[in-house]
């Protein structure tokens, strides 16, 4: 079994989106400052690996919103704070040529502080709805080795194992062998599978 994670597609990325959705996971609880020493860190660690070596540099706020529109880079990484001692790694990483995938490692918090990140995250993809057109949630990560940019962003990858809920849009879940056939509640923009579609 893998490290927990929460992944959200989005279109047309910019500068703007990226404050954006930073302000609202603040908003929302996950701190990019650390609540005692004020500094924000990038780690180049993929969420889905939390053991993994990786750089961290100290970084202002000022330098991070510039760089996570990915205008120059293909990818970040964040950490953001739930507490003094407990974070989500955070990355945001092109997926395709218009998409950009926002990963969340919950590798690490107890449960009622990974349900409070998974709660905050799942508010702000949904102030991003127009721009978001997927997202999956597997608190357990069972399912970390299934290839979700092909699941959600073009419905050609299949699925080998179940998360806890998976959002995709309708074309996608129309199309897709597996999700065509299961059953879905409609959440606009998305249809959205899983056993915990009604908690996300």
């Known amino acids: ?19 954006n959705l930073l302000g ?30 990786g750089t961290r540099s100290p970084v202002s706020r000022d330098q991070l919103l510039s760089i996570a529109g990915l ?43 990974r349900e409070t990140a998974v709660r905050a995250i799942r508010e702000t993809v ?7 057109i997927g997202f999956v949630v597997d608190r357990e990560g069972v399912t970390a080795g299934t290839d979700w940019d092909g699941v ?3 419905g050609t990858a299949y699925l080998d194992g179940w998360p806890d809920a998976v959002a995709v849009q309708e074309d996608i879940a129309s199309r897709h062998p597996q999700l065509a056939v299961m059953e879905s509640v409609g959440q606009s923009p998305w249809r959205v599978f899983g056993s915990a579609v009604l908690s996300v």
């Not at 996971?25 to 070596?53: K, N, Q």
């Not at 950490?79 to 969340?104: P, Q, T």
């Not at 949904?126 to 978001?132: H, I, M, T």
């Open 126 to 132: 949904g102030r991003a709805s127009v721009l978001c």
């Open 152 to 154: 959600v962003v073009t």
């Open 71 to 113: 205008e120059r880079l293909d990818g970040i990484g964040v950490r953001l704070w739930v507490s003094h001692d407990l974070d989500v790694l955070m990355r945001i990483r092109r997926a395709g040529r218009r998409v950009v995938a926002v990963e969340f490692g919950l590798a690490g918090l107890p449960p009622e502080e």
């Open 24 to 53: 609202d996971l603040e908003a929302a609880g996950l701190r990019l400052a650390h609540p005692v020493t004020g500094r924000i860190v990038l780690d180049s660690r993929d969420p889905g690996s939390p053991g993994a070596g």
């Open 1 to 19: 079994m893998g490290a927990g994670f929460f992944h959200s597609y989005h279109l047309g990325w910019t500068r703007v989106d990226a404050r």
